[in-house]
């Protein structure tokens, strides 16, 4: 069985923890541990690697190769370095579309875990504009595993982009 790896953190359930730490424990012992908690929910999350999205996308490639999946899915097969993001969030759309094509749980989780993955390393803002670039619906529908392919291309530019 394959183990999946989402490097999130959530803050909520620290949040939550902290508040829960604070009811049971107003002593002076419990103050530290609740500064500790709610510091810890401030601090940056830990970016997941691309080549762990890269691993998610060859096991997913492998795996849709033994089942048929008629679809056809927005693919940017050409994207210039200035648009990998816009690039990248159009490809990760697309993936709920073969998550709804399939009934197979392996790839199921497996997109789960991919677009947490990616998600999370993703620039921090979320919203970065980068101009020149096109919509997901103006890109050429191709079938999944030219999909895949361009995919694993996009992931490959995050991959050569040295951190910032």
Known sequence: MRILKPHLRSTSIQCYLCLLLNSHFLTEAGIPIFILGCISTGLPKT???????????????????????????????????S??????????????????????KVIRETINNLILLANSSLPSDGNVTE???KECEELEEKN??????????IVQMFINTPSQ
């Open 47 to 81: 970016e997941a690697n691309w080549n762990d999205v890269m691993s998610d996308l060859t096991h997913i490639k492998n795996l849709i190769q033994s089942i048929h999946i008629d679809a056809t899915l927005y693919t940017e097969s050409d994207a210039h370095p």
């Open 83 to 104: 648009c990998k993001v816009t690039a990248m969030k159009c490809f990760l759309l697309e993936l709920h579309v073969i998550f709804q094509e399939t009934n197979n």
């Open 131 to 133: 101009s020149g670039c």
């Open 144 to 153: 999944v595993i030219e999909f895949l392919r361009s995919f694993m291309h």
